[in-house]
Nanobody
């Protein structure tokens, strides 16, 4: 059974940091590209970062470039999203995603709130 479980969200002040985790089960994560998305209240879900399978190439949306870093630990079957210099506009539910064998898989999401 394929499953993605996000964790690490919470309440943080502007300028603070959080590290999100996406733990995979039911498949070997390093064979697939993994994406992080977020959805703010009243807005569409947007893709913010992804990491490729074999060589770990990364990409970022302009809104998070230079502040967020995606990485993977294949031994732990986990992908991370390190978020620094957080802003109130980063407040959203964050989801990880994998497209595997013709199907889309999403985690349940983790809430990130940036507020003073």
């Amino acid at each position: 059974q394929v499953q993605l479980v996000e964790s690490g969200g919470g309440l943080v002040q502007p300028g603070g940091s959080l590290r999100l985790s996406c733990a995979a089960s039911g498949f070997t994560l390093d064979y697939y590209a993994i994406g992080w998305f977020r959805q703010a209240p009243g807005k569409e879900r947007e893709g913010i970062s992804c990491i490729s399978n074999m060589y770990g190439s990364t990409s970022y949306a302009d809104s998070v470039k230079g502040r967020f870093t995606i990485s993977r630990d294949n031994a732990k079957n986990t992908v991370y999203l390190q978020m620094n210099s957080l802003k109130p506009e980063d407040t959203a539910v964050y989801y990880c995603f994998v497209y595997r064998r013709g199907l889309n898989y999403w985690g349940q999401g983790t809430q990130v709130t940036v507020s003073s």
